[in-house]
């Protein structure tokens, strides 16, 4: 399992348009073949930053998702929005320590 973390700054003006493009595409983006999560964060303290959590059976099924139409659409209409550029890191896990 990869699991890919992008973080992203907006443009204050811009976070409306990108919670509402996000919020239109997020089942489709969560249906697309290998998607088996995924999560909208936003920071605690900077109403401009977000974060999507995704996890993906392999890093094929992610570059299939990002040559995708899907993909392209989405990506194409919330880049504009930016005010810096975004981080995106894939990983995997380790080891998760539970109580």
Not at 18 to 37: E, V
Not at 47 to 67: C, G, V
Request: net charge positive.
């Amino acid at each position: 399992m990869l699991i890919r973390v992008v973080r992203m700054t907006f443009k204050p003006e811009g976070v409306a348009g990108f919670l509402t493009n996000f919020h239109a595409n997020k089942d489709s983006i969560r249906n697309f073949p290998g998607c088996q999560h995924l999560e909208l964060w936003q920071d605690e303290n900077d109403a401009t930053i977000f974060l999507t959590h995704s996890h993906w059976k392999s890093e094929e099924h992610l570059n299939q998702y990002r040559d995708s139409e899907l993909f392209k659409t989405v990506w194409t209409y919330t880049k504009r929005l930016f005010a810096d550029r975004p981080v995106a890191f894939s990983s995997k896990k380790i080891e998760e320590v539970r109580k």
